[in-house]
């Protein structure tokens, strides 16, 4: 006994990161869940991790492997079905809205995972957590494959409908932000989503925001059309959420849509079923590259005051795993800080053009 | 001598469909434009085809071929750095307006083929032609295949952005009609494009078009995401411009980066690139059913008085064989007057519900 208490205390003494996470979120919850929160705690020896849900569900799988692992019993989750606000306020016994309440309440809690329903974490981060100072809008940010070697994130992607220009520059400031974290990138290429890449192209939106991303300290690449998405020529595309998801999800469909015909095909003919054979790898390879099911880590709601990381319903432990090590990294990085840095100097450079502006107007 | 006058006469008795080309439109103009008149000539005995531009540069590639081929000397080109307005108004030799001109004032014109700027052919197609009577915006809409058997098209695909809701429904009836003539399919399904299936879902534009298409005459499936665009469960997919564009292009770059990182992976193995060469027809398939280059035919602008088909400004001969074969299907088809009948239809359901609206208001 007087051995486990010291051992105890040794591990109290090394945890670095504790990190709370939805068990319960996702179509794979909890088993994925939990197997990603145990390989991150296998890769971390200085972290922490609370599964928030059903506790005897949770212990099943865990089968002993408690180490640095604490279970927070909730009974209740969140489905895709509940209206996110109302859910957030009154399913106070959920996986979810008990892993917000930890994080609001514990300062040594530096992040949030979950799979859940996007509609209810985003409400659970505003209203749980709330904004960095001077966003009113804060957004999901998730990165895709190129054809080059590169990643390009895409910010908003489906959270923010119908915003303003304002919205946007702050989308441009966060996303490359996070971006120059992740890929250990200065000044990546940002693009602004449009229908052509002439300035004079775009709706009353893009038409807009360009000026503002031209004169934001940022390095603004100018509009891109969707077919540059995936091009490895842009790093963050900056665009509202409804064209934003657009591209996002049509880029998806089109890559499940060509897999299939090529499936199709293949079953077609003899020599193509064993040219198909041969080429095992390359397949593995493209769907390592570009399934949502892959390594990579959900996304960020880049702009919420703690790190709240948002998986896609689908996912699977190694996607989870990556998140946990996702937030340690941007913890590490400070991110949240250098986003609040940014949108400071941005605003004060708004601030100062529209007073020239008006100086101008004076002197006219 | 004589016997050549018969000849003419006998021919000129023949020709049912007269259709002009802008044989200087697009990147691969004239060679591959006027080549692509010859292949439709060859197919329809019954065609005329009259080519607006270079006299002497379309004789080049004709090289004699000039059996129920007209040439219309254009010698000045429009190209995408012009103005689209200014260039209809003033560049009255360029190949791209003398056809306009051509198909205004001769009633036996029955369309135009162009791959020149979108810009200026919507232009020209509304200045020049005018819309069907009760739409105020024409749109474009291009067939994409889709991982079932079935192709969708798109409508708008990025003539028109910022619409209103009524435009939206315009979008949906003329697709549809023009869906079920192309594919021989009686109520082809539509969709309409929102970051969500839940009817709840969408930006104002959607919220506010969902119920129209609900009460419209169509098989209305319902709001769908970008990754239904290609899935085969959707025929006619119903958005504005702006992102109808980003999820069109989208789907291009992203078919673009997956054959990218298959060229990739498949040359860094020895034995994924003989898998390569077995699957050479597997690739073929592909190509040909994604390919913007393939044997697709153009989109017309649906809703302009008489049929304007654009094509891709890379298009090659097939694509321009192809929408002279379909300029003469929607001709025989009556395209534009099952358009006008749908949306007198429409106007008239649309009205009897505002004035049913009305007296419940009295009523109340």
């Given at each position: 006994?007087?051995?486990?208490?010291?051992?105890?205390?040794?591990?109290?003494?090394?945890?670095?990161?504790?990190?709370?996470?939805?068990?319960?979120?996702?179509?794979?919850?909890?088993?994925?869940?939990?197997?990603?929160?145990?390989?991150?705690?296998?890769?971390?020896?200085?972290?922490?991790?609370?599964?928030?849900?059903?506790?005897?569900?949770?212990?099943?799988?865990?089968?002993?492997?408690?180490?640095?692992?604490?279970?927070?019993?909730?009974?209740?989750?969140?489905?895709?079905?509940?209206?996110?606000?109302?859910?957030?306020?009154?399913?106070?016994?959920?996986?979810?809205?008990?892993?917000?309440?930890?994080?609001?309440?514990?300062?040594?809690?530096?992040?949030?995972?979950?799979?859940?329903?996007?509609?209810?974490?985003?409400?659970?981060?505003?209203?749980?957590?709330?904004?960095?100072?001077?966003?009113?809008?804060?957004?999901?940010?998730?990165?895709?494959?190129?054809?080059?070697?590169?990643?390009?994130?895409?910010?908003?992607?489906?959270?923010?409908?119908?915003?303003?220009?304002?919205?946007?520059?702050?989308?441009a400031v966060m996303g490359?932000?996070?971006?120059?974290?992740?890929?250990?990138?200065?000044?990546?290429?940002?693009?602004?989503?449009?229908?052509?890449?002439?300035?004079?192209?775009?709706?009353?939106?893009?038409?807009?925001?360009?000026?503002?991303?031209?004169?934001?300290?940022?390095?603004?690449?100018?509009?891109?059309?969707?077919?540059?998405?995936?091009?490895?020529?842009?790093?963050?595309?900056?665009?509202?959420?409804?064209?934003?998801?657009?591209?996002?999800?049509?880029?998806?469909?089109?890559?499940?849509?060509?897999?299939?015909?090529?499936?199709?095909?293949?079953?077609?003919?003899?020599?193509?079923?064993?040219?198909?054979?041969?080429?095992?790898?390359?397949?593995?390879?493209?769907?390592?590259?570009?399934?949502?099911?892959?390594?990579?880590?959900g996304s960020p709601f880049?702009?919420?005051?703690?790190?709240?990381?948002?998986?896609?319903?689908?996912?699977?432990?190694?996607?989870?795993?990556?998140?946990?090590?996702?937030?340690?990294?941007?913890?590490?990085?400070?991110?949240?800080?250098?986003?609040?840095?940014?949108?400071?100097?941005?605003?004060?450079?708004?601030?100062?053009?529209?007073?020239?502006?008006?100086?101008?107007?004076?002197?006219?």
């Amino acid at each position: 006994m007087k051995k486990d208490n010291k051992k105890t205390d040794k591990q109290t003494q090394e945890i670095k990161y504790r990190i709370v996470v939805d068990a319960f979120g996702g179509d794979n919850a909890p088993l994925e869940i939990v197997e990603g929160a145990l390989l991150a705690i296998n890769k971390h020896k200085d972290l922490e991790i609370i599964l928030c849900g059903d506790e005897n569900k949770i212990k099943d799988i865990l089968k002993g492997r408690v180490e640095r692992v604490i279970i927070e019993h909730a009974p209740d989750v969140v489905s895709n079905c509940d209206q996110p606000t109302e859910a957030i306020r009154h399913k106070k016994d959920s996986s979810l809205v008990r892993a917000f309440d930890i994080l609001k309440e514990r300062e040594d809690v530096i992040g949030l995972v979950s799979a859940g329903s996007t509609g209810a974490v985003l409400a659970g981060a505003i209203m749980k957590i709330g904004r960095i100072k001077g966003i009113s809008r804060p957004a999901l940010a998730p990165i895709l494959p190129t054809a080059k070697d590169s990643d390009v994130v895409i910010i908003d992607s489906g959270a923010n409908i119908d915003c303003k220009p304002i919205n946007l520059l702050h989308f441009a400031v966060m996303g490359s932000a996070y971006y120059s974290i992740i890929y250990k990138k200065e000044n990546p290429r940002v693009a602004l989503l449009s229908n052509g890449a002439e300035e004079s192209k775009g709706n009353e939106l893009v038409k807009e925001t360009h000026p503002l991303l031209k004169e934001a300290p940022l390095n603004f690449v100018g509009n891109r059309e969707g077919n540059d998405f995936m091009s490895g020529d842009v790093d963050v595309m900056v665009a509202d959420g409804f064209p934003g998801n657009a591209l996002l999800k049509g880029t998806e469909g089109a890559v499940k849509a060509v897999v299939s015909i090529l499936k199709g095909s293949i079953k077609a003919g003899f020599w193509s079923k064993i040219g198909a054979l041969l080429m095992k790898r390359v397949f593995k390879d493209i769907k390592n590259r570009v399934d949502v099911q892959g390594k990579h880590a959900g996304s960020p709601f880049l702009g919420c005051k703690k790190l709240v990381v948002k998986n896609h319903g689908v996912c699977k432990r190694l996607n989870i795993a990556a998140s946990i090590d996702q937030t340690i990294l941007l913890y590490n990085e400070k991110l949240n800080q250098k986003i609040e840095e940014a949108i400071n100097h941005v605003s004060s450079k708004l601030k100062a053009i529209e007073e020239e502006k008006l100086k101008v107007g004076d002197k006219a």
